[in-house]
């Protein structure tokens, strides 16, 4: 049974930052990648941050320079740091892992909230 638990988010004032865990039950190397997801209220899902098992990292646009995708192998958790928050990137977190590459996402985690604002 392969579960995403996510934590760390919460209320933040711009230019503030959070820094979100992705345990995962099983080891983070079983996967192809790992990423986090948001989805903002009246929009849809949009990606943000992967890592693959080989270490390689991906970002959305809107986030490069801001935020970072890392792990601790020992823990097998994944972390999203996320620096000079703005009202924007306020939305519901999601973990996900990926079997294989060219393939959809496996398995979600059930998201933390965060919420950018004064």
């Known amino acids: 049974q392969v579960q995403l638990v996510e934590s760390g988010g919460g209320l933040v004032q711009p230019g503030g930052s959070l820094r979100l865990s992705c345990a995962v039950s099983?080891?983070?190397?079983?996967?192809?990648?790992m990423g986090w997801y948001r989805q903002a209220p009246g929009k849809e899902r949009e990606g943000v941050a992967t890592?693959?098992?080989?270490?390689?990292?991906n970002y959305a646009d809107s986030v490069k320079g801001r935020f970072t995708i890392d792990r601790d192998n020992a823990e097998n958790t994944v972390y999203l740091q996320m620096n000079s928050l703005n009202p924007e990137d306020t939305a519901v977190y999601y973990c996900?892992?990926?079997?294989?590459?060219?393939?959809?996402?496996?398995?979600w985690g059930k998201g933390t909230l965060v919420t950018v604002s004064s």
């Open positions: 099983g080891s983070i190397f079983s996967f192809f990648a």
């Open positions: 996900g892992a990926k079997k294989r590459a060219y393939y959809g996402w496996d398995y």
């Open positions: 890592i693959t098992s080989d270490g390689n990292t």
